[in-house]
């Protein structure tokens, strides 16, 4: 039973550039939603994707977007990219809009420079 | 505004002695809160979790106890294994808002 994938596992830009980042949902789950991990902090919640939707948003700017596609995978867009952007994204998977746990995948290391 | 917080950024331990993690949220609204743990270079793994409706879950090693009243959750792991070091953060979610709010975490080192 395959779990959440993410690709690439690292990646460096520059400031200004964009970048997009890949997650496929573990079987079964429909789900998305993308976290970004800061050093020394928890997960923020970037958005959440159902449906091909997006149903949730946190508090980030809108140069952070993202897709769903039929098959419940997703990408995540950052435009503009700034020094702060540096972190982890995490991508989680569950089923439905029904709450309960999320599965994490193990992440994208994003380096701006 | 951190609405969940883990006040302990580290905790040491002997293997074989119980870990006790602690947790505080000021959201009333949330009614399910999970524990994850995440070793380096990896992603969260989900470990337990707990309804608002409960006040303690137990899955082998892990317990998590809840009191909502003081808006606090806690972690007990019995006995603690080398294994287990790790950072792990607490989550909150409501049943209006399905986003994960999370701690910032407490490294857990098991001392042999």
């Known amino acids: 039973d395959a779990g959440v994938t993410q690709s690439p596992t690292h990646l460096i830009k520059t400031r200004g550039q964009q970048v997009t980042l890949r997650c496929s949902p573990k079987?079964?789950?429909?789900?998305v939603s993308w976290y970004q991990q800061a050093l020394g902090q928890g997960p923020q919640f970037i958005f959440q994707y159902y449906e091909e939707e997006e149903r949730q948003r946190g508090n980030f700017p809108d140069r952070f977007s993202g897709h769903q596609f039929p098959n419940y995978s997703s990408e995540l867009n950052v435009n503009a990219l700034l020094l702060g952007d540096s972190a982890l994204y995490l991508c989680a998977s569950s089923m439905g809009l029904a709450g309960g746990a999320q599965y994490f995948g193990p992440g994208t290391r994003l380096l701006v420079l | 505004d951190q609405q969940v917080k883990q006040n302990s950024p580290s905790l040491s331990v002997q293997e074989g002695r119980i870990s006790i993690l602690n947790c505080d949220y000021t959201?009333?609204?949330?009614?399910?809160f999970l524990w994850y743990k995440k070793y380096p270079a990896e992603g969260p793994t989900f470990l337990i979790s707990?309804?608002?409706?409960?006040d303690k879950n137990e899955d082998g090693r892990f317990t998590v106890f809840l009191n909502k009243s003081a808006k606090h959750l806690s972690l007990h792991i019995v006995p603690s294994q080398p294994g287990d070091s790790a950072v792990y953060f607490c989550a909150a979610s409501s049943n209006n808002d399905y986003k994960l709010s999370f701690g910032a975490g407490t490294t857990v080192t098991v001392r042999a």
């Open positions: 079987s079964g789950h429909d789900t």
């Open positions: 959201n009333s609204m949330f009614d399910y």
């Open positions: 707990i309804s608002s409706i409960k």
